[in-house]
């Protein structure tokens, strides 16, 4: 049976397992039946299965004779957002979130679809082995929308356990991609982040008498002014970056002046000399805006790096993503496969690309996830359909699922043919 008529074959199942995952979403370090699912359905393909590495990561490997070792990996995590799609299977699922807050759940990045894909592309490989030889790494990621889930499972020994792959591909589902097709292109595809947390601080008193304080809230608007001139002034227009100021909060009543403010900020690039000339710039910025106030040494505003969330960009090999490209236009056709752009979102599946001394070559590519006619009506609107992290996304989950589960599998078995 060719690979188009076993995922078909699949469908039905996948789309019930999928639509299940959709329906009961569990929040990053909380997916404890996701995972339990996704090692029962690798166990009954045949796949050696270890369960809670690295949190509730899952670690499976299909074996079939020598070759080659290809890492496919799937993230698990849900958000904390009420869905609004009215679907009968949509996430009624209220939570607890790490801070001890109630809040709705949804799948809203398409990692059901995603947990989906790797298991259908298990079911497709171990009903195939007479077209591959050597070995994948299943790999069901925690923890990707809070960035801290492939670090886990890097530091607790992913590939020093279970042997360094010699290719990684994953899958992300795209809105603005009509379900049927996919996007792939070498070189960098994601961007690289980092988020920082900056104390400005300063001399509080009296909202009535400002001459004897020096007013954090103002240094904080100046340093933000000043930190748009980064990107549009020291970047060439040419060279991607991104530095916004998401969150600032300061003082608790109008006549008030506060002994401090803070800042939040995302930083966005695609090089690690992006990543070094943001962060310095940042920092200087801040110290000189606070100089320029008349901010004493000792109370100069302090700059603290997320180390968790401080992620490469992701950079596809070209052979890879050559691979991926033939491998989807045989399966898939020709014209369902399109060049990609690059997006100034990141992944954390970046850090298995560089967690060895060697780089690993790796593809992310993306999968179509609006329905023909909904990407129709929208055009005739002139609006985008509903945005990955937006409460009314909702896939369409039979071409999504068959388009993914065909490019993944077909991805693997080119690579071990």
């Known amino acids: 049976?060719?690979?188009?008529?076993?995922?078909?074959?699949?469908?039905?199942?996948?789309?019930?397992?999928?639509?299940?995952?959709?329906?009961?979403?569990?929040?990053?370090?909380?997916?404890?039946?996701?995972?339990?699912?996704?090692?029962?359905?690798?166990?009954?393909?045949?796949?050696?299965?270890?369960?809670?590495?690295?949190?509730?990561?899952?670690?499976?490997?299909?074996?079939?004779?020598?070759?080659?070792?290809?890492?496919?990996?799937?993230?698990?995590?849900?958000?904390?957002?009420?869905?609004?799609?009215?679907?009968?299977?949509?996430?009624?699922?209220?939570?607890?979130?790490?801070?001890?807050?109630?809040?709705?759940?949804?799948?809203?990045?398409?990692?059901?679809?995603?947990?989906?894909?790797?298991?259908?592309?298990?079911?497709?490989?171990?009903?195939?082995?007479?077209k591959w030889n050597g070995r994948v790494l299943f790999v069901a990621q925690p923890a990707e929308e809070v960035m801290s889930g492939a670090r886990s499972m890097i530091e607790q020994g992913l590939f020093k356990k279970f042997g360094i792959p010699d290719y990684c591909l994953t899958i992300h589902v795209l809105p603005k991609l009509e379900a049927g097709n996919i996007m792939v292109k070498p070189g960098p595809i994601m961007a690289g982040t980092y988020q920082l947390k900056i104390t400005v601080r300063g001399v509080g008193g009296h909202g009535a008498i400002p001459q004897e304080c020096i007013d954090p809230v103002v240094l904080a608007a100046r340093i933000i002014t000043s930190l748009q001139t980064i990107v549009s002034r020291e970047f060439s227009p040419l060279d991607p970056a991104v530095v916004t100021v998401g969150s600032i909060h300061g003082g608790t009543k109008a006549n008030i002046i506060p002994g401090h403010v803070v800042m939040e900020v995302t930083a966005r690039f695609f090089d690690s000399k992006g990543h070094d000339h943001i962060f310095e710039s940042i920092k200087r910025i801040c110290k000189y805006e606070a100089l320029s106030m008349g901010i004493p040494e000792e109370l100069l505003p302090v700059v603290e790096l997320d180390e968790v969330n401080d992620l490469p960009a992701t950079i596809n090999s070209k052979y890879l993503a050559e691979i991926v490209r033939k491998s989807a236009e045989g399966y898939l056709g020709v014209d369902k496969v399109q060049e990609a752009v690059m997006l100034m979102g990141s992944e954390d599946f970046s850090l298995f690309r560089t967690a060895v001394d060697k780089e690993i070559p790796s593809c992310l590519f993306f999968t179509g996830a609006t329905s023909a006619e909904e990407m129709a009506l929208f055009h005739e609107k002139g609006i985008n359909p509903p945005s990955l992290h937006n409460s009314r996304f909702c896939p369409p989950p039979e071409p999504t699922i068959k388009t993914a589960v065909t490019a993944m599998a077909g991805s693997v078995m080119s690579l071990l043919s």
């Open 1 to 130: 049976m060719c690979l188009n008529e076993l995922v078909q074959t699949e469908l039905d199942d996948l789309v019930r397992i999928y639509k299940h995952l959709h329906a009961n979403p569990e929040l990053s370090n909380q997916e404890e039946k996701s995972s339990r699912l996704i090692a029962e359905q690798l166990e009954a393909c045949g796949v050696t299965v270890t369960r809670n590495f690295g949190g509730h990561g899952v670690v499976g490997i299909l074996e079939n004779g020598e070759g080659s070792t290809v890492m496919v990996r799937g993230d698990m995590d849900a958000l904390p957002i009420t869905e609004e799609t009215g679907l009968d299977y949509a996430s009624t699922i209220i939570s607890t979130d790490n801070s001890g807050s109630k809040t709705g759940v949804m799948h809203g990045c398409g990692h059901d679809i995603h947990m989906t894909t790797l298991m259908g592309t298990a079911r497709v490989l171990s009903q195939c082995k007479k």
